[in-house]
Nanobody, 122 residues
Framework: QVQLVESGGGLVQAGRSLRVSCAASGRTFGTYAMGWFRQAPGKEREFVADIVWSDGTTRYADSVKGRFTISRDYAENMMYLQMNSLKPEDTAVYHC???????????????WGQGTQVTVSS
């Protein structure tokens, strides 16, 4: 089992920055990748970014490319999402997730955190 806890959400004005964090614990040694997903009210959950735990390879959704940066602290089992130039449409609950196998479809993410609310005001 892998436990994930997000933190760092909050209310921020459009154009500003915010960093959310995800602390992983439990059987983390088998983690292949970790990612960030978000879900806005009335919308489906969507992929934001992910990172291969061993080598740091990253992927981003087109909507956040160039504004968001995903990173990890391998030794501390921490993952971060630095969000710059925030827009009102970035408002959502941000969840971190972990997978034990290579990501092909997205359904490989089997461990999820409870989420942290990010609200961007215009």
């Amino acid at each position: 089992q892998v436990q994930l806890v997000e933190s760092g959400g909050g209310l921020v004005q459009a154009g500003r920055s915010l960093r959310v964090s995800c602390a992983a614990s439990g059987r983390t040694f088998g983690t292949y990748a970790m990612g960030w997903f978000r879900q806005a009210p009335g919308k489906e959950r969507e992929f934001v970014a992910d990172i291969v735990w061993s080598d740091g390879t990253t992927r981003y959704a087109d909507s956040v490319k160039g504004r968001f940066t995903i990173s990890r602290d391998y030794a501390e089992n921490m993952m971060y999402l630095q969000m710059n130039s925030l827009k009102p449409e970035d408002t959502a609950v941000y969840h971190c997730a972990a997978s034990l196998v290579k990501i092909r479809t997205g359904s490989e993410y089997v461990y999820w955190g409870q989420g942290t609310q990010v609200t961007v005001s215009s």
